[in-house]
């Protein structure tokens, strides 16, 4: 139960997550005079400072994401917003008009909207040498690190449309792609396998898995295990995209606000959710793509839906004093 007698901050919004999508919606609402306070568990960027470079973000020729990041936080801040990063939230109430929110550290925030925008992570492999080679060789994105292997040789794991996919979309950039898949099949589309097998830049191994990384400031070489034989053999390479799935962090949400059965926030159009001032943002909800640009775009959305949910409260409440 929370505790009414403590000091409980009240805002407009809150925002729960400061990657690009929760960021964007910062700037906006902050921008719009409405009291913000965004709540991060992690560091202030999400998934975005993990990439080394970002090259397709309109009106900027190329920045880290960690730059990006730090720009977006200036900004935010710049209009007002209020920022706390590496929190834990403990208790989410959304159920009535005012939302409430409870950290680990006993602080206790109430709020008339809240926009969701925790994120997602990558699958990984969790094998030897891939934390440590992340954005150094090791990408889980196609678009966003594609061209940076013009002409080298890499590998994609995974074996279901988005691997697929993805490889095709990177024959436009490496020399040689070899798609390594654990099973003796794809889990794919008829379509995709297709083009896959009919592209002359895509050899396949099969039944096999990536075991580890090595390499020295970059990767340079992978460990890859032939799961029916057992037999390790390595291989220089120069990159590795892994599509192996992708989990939404939205654990603290289960039997908050509905989920569907991948996890991910299902929203409509406005990118409402289905509670009443709720709204949901980014690589959270139930999507196709996911890019920093899409994530902005649901953020912007989310702002402002919330700040015209946010108005119509005031105005009504307004009336009722003046009757």
């Known amino acids: 139960m929370y505790n009414e007698k403590e000091k409980m901050d009240h805002f407009d919004a809150v925002i729960i997550g400061a990657g690009p999508a929760g960021l964007t919606a910062g700037i906006y609402l902050s921008r719009a005079r409405m009291k913000t306070l965004i709540l991060d568990e992690g560091i202030t960027g999400g998934q975005m400072v993990l990439t080394h ?12 994401g960690f730059q990006l990041a730090g720009i977006m936080k200036k900004q935010a801040l710049g209009f007002g917003c209020e920022l706390r990063s590496n929190i834990s939230i403990i208790r989410i109430d959304l159920e009535n008009k005012r939302k409430k929110i409870s950290l680990t550290d006993g ?13 997602g992570r990558p699958r ?4 030897p040498g891939e934390n440590e080679l ?14 940076f292997f013009t002409g080298k ?19 436009k950039y490496a020399s040689k792609v070899t798609v390594v898949h ?3 099949r794809f889990q794919a589309f008829e379509h995709a396998i297709e083009e896959a097998r009919s592209n002359a830049r895509i050899d396949f191994i099969m039944e096999s898995t990536v075991a580890g990384f090595h390499g020295f400031e970059k990767l340079e070489m992978a460990e890859i295990k032939n799961l029916r034989t057992g037999e390790i053999t390595n291989r220089r390479i120069d990159g590795t995209f892994i599509f192996i799935g992708y989990i939404p962090n939205t654990e603290f949400l289960e039997g908050i606000i509905k989920l569907n059965r991948r996890g991910e926030i299902p929203v409509s159009g406005s ?3 289905a509670v009443e001032g709720v709204y949901a943002a ?28 946010v108005n119509q409260i005031k105005t009504s409440s307004k009336k009722l004093m003046e009757a």
């Open 124 to 127: 990984t492999l969790g094998v």
């Open 282 to 309: 980014g690589d959270c909800t139930a999507k196709q793509y996911r890019q920093v640009t899409t994530a902005v775009a649901d953020g912007t959305i989310a702002a402002l839906a919330a700040s015209e949910y």
């Open 53 to 64: 470079e970002i090259a397709n973000y309109p009106g900027v020729e190329s920045i880290s």
């Open 107 to 119: 602080s206790q925030y109430s709020a008339d909207s809240v926009i969701l925008a925790p994120g």
């Open 153 to 171: 040789e890499i590998i994609v794991v995974g074996g279901g449309n988005s691997a697929l996919e993805e490889a095709v979309s990177l024959t």
């Open 134 to 147: 992340k954005g150094k060789g090791i990408s889980y994105c196609a678009t966003c690190d594609g061209d």
């Open 182 to 184: 654990q099973f003796d």
């Open 271 to 273: 990118v409402q959710t």
